[in-house]
């Protein structure tokens, strides 16, 4: 039986498709490379030293999921493609709402036909409701605040609704918190498409030189040192929570959410800090007014990732300053280079 990785092109798909590998499974890939580069699957192949099945469509086309259904035995789906840029998503809300929920559902519909009825999903911390307690537990209060968000939280509800009605179905929803790092090779790693909107990809061009100089957004935050705080987890530390997903998916029935996270609260100053001692480089910045949706302080309470799954975060931030600078270093445009 194969694990088929929509998305598995993309930052966190690539990193996990190597742990899936390293993990004993075979995979199947599909991914549309909309937001992503080929050079990824050629890289997740020469890592993981083996070669799989790959296809180039779009998720939303059920034709061709039906098929791949049928040609490979699949026992579960790591669901990671979607659209997912929070500040493009309030311009064009209809594109992420048809997009996000067509690719779920279509998803569901062929697993369906196919006896499938695992599915792992590719979940945020952005479905809590802003102003949660914190750290943020599993059972806080959900709403966000643009559509992107709100694609992710009705793809939960569509997931748990379907997991209620068919009591044979496992699905694990995994709310990301802040994904940063790469793999320790530098191999592959985020490679967002333009002017980067997320602060590690900002930092790591700034310190290139191919941006001037970083944007703080804030420094009268009600924090330690007045900027935002995120919990920032290393990329490979996520990927491993899917494998352990896998995991507790074929031992668990219904839907469940769970989050991955650290539990530690950065501030972007520590990580502006933490970069520049790790690596030895300057990256300029400026304090900047505050970035419209921002909040004061997001972290995660994981103890249930621990308790249900025996997932823990790693690595640290020295490690992911210095994952992220390597990746950057030896990939200084991306996969698509000069
Ligand atoms: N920041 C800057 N300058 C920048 C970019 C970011 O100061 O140029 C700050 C932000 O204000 C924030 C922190 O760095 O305090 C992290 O910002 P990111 O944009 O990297 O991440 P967010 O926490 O805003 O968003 C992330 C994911 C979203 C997800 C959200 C929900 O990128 O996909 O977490 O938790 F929806």
């Not at 499974?25 to 549309?32: F, L, P, T, W």
């Not at 102003?131 to 968000?149: I, K, W």
């Amino acid at each position: 039986m194969s694990i088929l990785v929509t998305g598995g092109a993309g930052y966190i798909g690539s990193h996990t498709c190597v742990k899936l590998i390293e993990n004993g499974y075979d995979i199947v890939v599909v991914d549309d490379l909309s937001n992503s580069h080929i050079k990824a699957i050629e890289r997740v192949k020469e890592l993981a030293g083996k070669d799989f099945p790959f296809y180039e469509f779009d998720v939303c086309d059920g034709n061709k999921l039906d098929e791949l259904f049928t040609k490979h035995d699949i026992g579960c789906v790591i669901h990671f493609a979607g659209f997912k840029a929070v500040g493009e998503s309030v311009e064009k809300p209809l594109e992420y709402y048809s997009n996000n929920l067509k690719t779920t559902m279509t998803l569901c519909r062929v697993m369906k036909r196919h006896n499938v009825n695992k599915f792992i999903f590719s979940s945020s911390a952005t479905v809590y409701k802003p102003g949660s307690q914190m750290p943020v537990s599993e059972d806080a209060e959900l709403g966000c605040t643009n559509p992107y968000g709100w694609s992710k939280l009705i793809c939960e509800r569509i997931l748990t609704d379907i997991a209620y009605a068919d009591d044979t179905w496992s699905v694990v929803l995994l709310r990301y918190f802040n994904p940063i790092g790469a793999h320790e090779s530098g191999k592959i790693g985020e490679d967002p498409a333009g002017i980067p909107n997320n602060l590690v990809p900002y930092i790591t061009q700034t310190a290139l030189g191919r941006l001037e100089k970083l944007s703080v957004f804030g420094n009268d935050y009600d924090t330690h040192d007045g900027t935002g705080v995120r919990d920032y987890i290393h990329v490979q530390d996520l990927a491993q929570g899917h494998v352990d997903a896998i995991r507790y998916a074929d031992e668990n029935k219904g839907a469940i959410a769970i989050n991955l996270g650290t539990g530690i609260g950065y501030s972007v100053l520590d990580i502006v800090n933490a970069f520049e001692k790790v690596n030895g480089v300057k990256v300029p910045y400026v304090i900047a007014p505050r970035r419209e949706g921002d909040v004061a302080t997001v972290y995660a309470n994981a103890n249930k990732a621990k308790e249900l799954l025996g997932w823990e975060a790693k690595k640290n931030l020295e490690d992911m300053c210095r994952d992220s600078w390597r990746w950057q270093k030896q990939n200084p445009k991306g996969y698509a280079g000069e």
